[in-house]
Structures are given as C-alpha cells and as structure tokens.
C-alpha cells in the first residue's frame, strides 16, 4: 500500500484536541460570582458546579462522534469505489488470458 | 442498492434540518425543576441510548440469520450495525456521566441500566476485535458473540437489579410533561434518520469491498 | 441422545486421561492461582494483615475466572498443534458430542482446581468457607458450569484464528459478567458477618438459570460454527 499525504488525519487530530479541551474547561469549576445558572441545592456536592459547560461538551462530544464517523465512512467509501473503477479499467484493458 | 442510494441524502437531510432546529427547541423547553440546564443533555442521551439499543437489536438478528443461513447481506448488516453500536454507545457513556456529575453528584453508578449498557458496548467493541483481528472466518464467530450478547441482555438487568437493591440509588428520570415531549420527539427522530443514513452507508461500504475482495479473488484465476 | 452422551463420555475421558499422564494442565492452572492470590493478597490486604470484608468472596471468583480462561486457552491450544480437533470433527459423531466431552473435561479440571483454591483463600484470607458448604458448593459448581459451557465454545470457535489467546478473554469476559455477579454476590452473602443464606439461594437461582440457557445456546451454535 502506497503512504499518501493525510493531512485529514491531522485535522481530525486537532480537532479530538480542541473537544478534548473543551471538555476538561467544562469539568473545571467556575466561579461562583460568574455563575449565571441557579444551582441546585439538594445534593450539597454540586452547588456551584455549573451544568452549562457540561452541556456543550456533550453537545461538542456528540456533534464530533457522529460528524467524524460520517467523514471516515465517505473517505472509505472513495476509496473503495476508486479502487474498483480501477480494478474494472486494468480487467478491461488487459486481455484476458485464460487457460 | 438504487432505492437505498437515494435514501441516504433524504434522510441526511432530514436529520440535519432536525439537529439545526433542535436548539431552539431545547432552549425553549421548560427547565426541569431539579436538575436544571443540564438536564437539557437528557434530549440527546436518551435518543443515543435508545438508537443504540436499537443497533444492537439490529445486528443479534442479523447475526442469527447470519448463523442459520450464511447470508451475505446479513454479514454486511452485522457488521454495519455493531460499529454503530459502538458509536452510539460512546456517545451514551460520555454524555451521560457529564450528566450525571450534575444530577447526581458522581460521574458512575452501577445500576442495572449503566452496567448493561458498558457490557453490551464491551460486547461489541469484543465484536469488533474480532472481525479486524480474528483471520479469515471471524465472521462466524463474531456473529456468535453477538447473539450471546444479545441473550445476555436480560441476565445483566436481573443480576445487577439484585445486586443493587441492597443499596438504592437516586436514580430518578424525570417524567415528561407535554412541553417536554415534542422536543424529545423530534431529537428521537432526527437520531433514527441519522442512524438509518449511517446504516445504509455502512452497508453499501461493506457489499463495495465484498466485491472488490470478489473481483481480485476473480482475477487470480 | 444415549449415544451423544456416551460420545460425549469418551471424548472427555479421553482427555482427562491425557491430562492424568502429563498433568500438565493442571499444575500449571493450580499454580496460576496461587500466583494470582499472591498477587490479590498485596492488593487487598490492609495494613493490619486482614483484607476488606467482601474481599475474599471477589478475589475467589476472580481467580477462578483467570485460571479458567488460561486452562480453556491451553486445552485448546494442545488440541490445534496435535490435529487432534479436525481429527474429531471429522469423526461422524455429532458435534454436540464433542462440545460436551470436552465440556466435561474442562468442568473437572476447574472444579479441581477450585477444590484447592477454596481452602487457601479461607486461609489467606480469614474467610468462612466451612460456613455453609452445600450452598457454597453449588454457587461454584453453577457458575463453573457457566463459565466453562460458553468458554469451551468460544476457545473453540478461535482455535484457528489469529490472536487466539488475547481474543478469547475479550470476548468471554463481558458475556460472563452475570455469572460473575451472581457467584460474587452469593459467596458474599455466604461470607458475610450475618450471613444471608436466602439471598445465597437468590443467586444460586440465577446463576442455574444463566446455565441452563446458555449451555443451550452453546450446545446450538457449536456446529455451525465448527463447521467452517
């Protein structure tokens, strides 16, 4: 298999690093005085843990998953397909030699 | 294959049209009293964990036909449905721990539905391995660990319901009010029209490379 | 059926007779586990000699599931570089017969590892083993049986593959997670400072049924699969 320049592979490094990032800001916890959301006061050990951030690193972590397995697949895809298009022009252009 | 092309841009379509929308709808949707914003992650875990569960319906019943009548197409549907599986099973562990954090103050619990669903994503990552790592034939035996998983099902519920009884946890999911249940709705459905796009695809990626294995086996001769 | 039964009967003598000439197998699986306690008894045991209280009934099971995937590996393994495998199956028996012979012999070199384990472990571990030995007997004897009905199909089924020996616990690990539950679970409630003998039953229950149907399954999916 010949190595071909992916710089795909690069972006999708970046960006497992930015979600990366995101999520570790949402599990820092904020500021008490910053902290738009009304927090909940039954169970004591998250009064100022913030749930926004959470949410958008789920929403990010989701978005990401689904949006990078659908651009894995369709690459894959290319590729079979170019390989068989390919596959199809050599059979045609050799001839064929049978016993 | 031709209806099934045309469906994977409709469906596409459908479900980003729905995801866009989506915000909107949750940003309106009425907070849920005790768990506040975060409870909004609600909309897109429980359609994750129900789209998962049923992926992985999917590929137990493929497998068994797989078992029974070696058929290729089930294979393929195999296969498809448990990478999907993982997918969707990721997106319920990571997302419902950030939930978790928030409502119930620990990123884990070990109740029957947490527990269930880790093993049955271990069951087809194991699946997985399998089939990338196993030789020619793995997908026999692949399609057997899927229907065991499949038969385990019932059996993790059962063991870690008695296991946990000893200790209740605050497990509470909130019941839906009406204004609750349309934006749950429509991310449901945006999920499912996202996962049958992702099935279709997958399913043709794997009847494309049976033929290209098919063609170069073909030209050997 | 008498005559499965009876095959089933040879193929496991067969192999236990194997086994009683070398002994390989079964020094080497029984000196896995004291390994394996060594190893449990530095990870639990506390500053003042005693382990946690459920300590003994996890680090028991987790014993017996490790030196069980490594026996059920090494079975195999002798069965693939002798032939000996393809040599039976194309014996014209039917092939539940030999999942069941070899099932047998598997079954009979666990228990008798389980045998010595047991007692060291209540050693190591000041645990009651004496405490209720009928119900203790049948949680192991079920969830050997368990175990060894859908690992002995699964070594199997990857005798020919590649990666043999790290596949066979990824795979086998998530689909005895009820067994290991339900036997953990019950010798815990065996061992406890008030013991719990119903909720044993409880589990013992569970653990049979879990038996019963995968060894059903099992019995099922062998010939297809080892028909390739």
């Not at chain 2, 089930?74 to 997302?95: M, P, Q, S, Y």
């Not at chain 2, 870690?160 to 946890?169: A, G, I």
């Amino acid at each position: 298999m010949t190595v071909r320049p992916r710089p795909w592979r690069k972006a999708l490094f970046v960006g497992a690093i930015v979600v990366g990032i995101a999520a570790s800001r949402a599990l820092m916890w904020a500021d008490p005085v910053q902290d738009k959301f009304v927090p909940i006061d039954q169970l004591p050990a998250q009064d100022t843990l913030p749930g926004g951030p959470l949410l958008y690193a789920a929403y990010a972590f989701v978005w990401g998953a689904l949006v990078t397995y659908l651009f894995v697949l369709w690459r894959r895809i290319g590729r079979v397909e170019r390989e068989l298009t390919m596959l199809a022009h050599t059979t045609r252009d050799q001839p064929e030699t049978r016993r | 294959m031709r209806m099934t092309d045309r469906l994977v841009p409709v469906l596409i379509a459908i479900a980003l049209v729905m995801f866009v929308r989506a915000p909107f709808l949750l940003a309106t949707a009425p907070y849920e009293a005790s768990m506040g914003v975060v409870s909004k992650i609600f909309y897109f875990h429980v359609p994750a964990a129900m789209t998962m569960f049923v992926t992985a319906f999917v590929c137990g019943i493929a497998s068994v036909v797989y078992v029974i009548r070696r058929s290729r197409l089930a294979d393929h549907v195999a296969v498809a449905a448990a990478e999907l599986a993982v997918l969707f099973g990721l997106i319920v562990l990571v997302t419902g721990p950030l939930w978790a954090r928030k409502a119930w103050g620990v990123w884990w619990q070990w109740d029957a539905r947490l527990t269930m669903t880790l093993v049955m994503w271990m069951v087809f990552v194991a699946y997985l391995l399998l089939r990338r790592f196993g030789g020619p034939g793995s997908e026999m035996l692949a399609a057997v660990v899927s229907v065991f998983g499949m038969a385990l099902v019932p059996f993790v519920y059962w063991s870690v319901n008695l296991w946990r009884t000893m200790h209740p946890t605050t497990n509470v999911l909130p019941s839906l009010p009406g204004s609750m249940l349309r934006p749950f709705l429509w991310c449901l459905t945006a999920f499912l029209c996202f996962y049958a796009a992702l099935l279709l695809t997958r399913v043709r990626l794997e009847a494309s490379r049976a033929a290209l294995d098919d063609a170069f086996a073909a030209r050997e001769e | 059926m008498t005559a499965i039964l009876r095959t089933a009967w040879l193929v496991a003598r067969k192999d236990l007779m194997v086994e009683a000439r070398s002994r390989e197998l079964a020094y080497t699986t029984l000196f896995f586990a004291m390994a394996c306690l060594l190893v449990f008894a530095f990870g639990f045991v506390r500053g003042d000699g005693r382990a946690p209280d459920d300590a003994a009934a996890g680090i028991l099971w987790v014993t017996v599931v490790f030196s069980g995937t490594l026996a059920l590996g090494r079975a195999f393994e002798r069965e693939r570089s002798g032939e000996t495998l393809r040599a039976l199956l194309l014996a014209p028996v039917e092939r539940a017969a030999i999942y069941l012979g070899k099932l047998l012999a598997l079954i009979v070199l666990i228990v008798g590892v389980e045998v010595i384990i047991v007692p060291v472990v209540g050693l190591l571990f000041s645990a009651p083993v004496g405490r209720a030995p009928w119900m203790l007997l049948g949680l192991l004897a079920s969830g050997t049986i368990g175990f060894a009905a859908v690992g002995t199909l699964f070594a199997a089924m990857l005798v020919r593959a590649q990666s043999r020996d790290v596949l066979l616990p990824i795979v086998l690990y998530p689909i005895v997670v009820p067994m290991v539950i339900g036997g953990v679970r019950g010798t815990v409630a065996i061992f406890a400072a008030e013991p719990n003998l119903a909720l044993a039953e409880a589990w013992l229950g569970i653990l049979v049924f879990f038996d019963a149907v995968f060894l059903t399954l099992a019995l099922w999916t062998f010939a297809p699969v080892m028909s390739e």
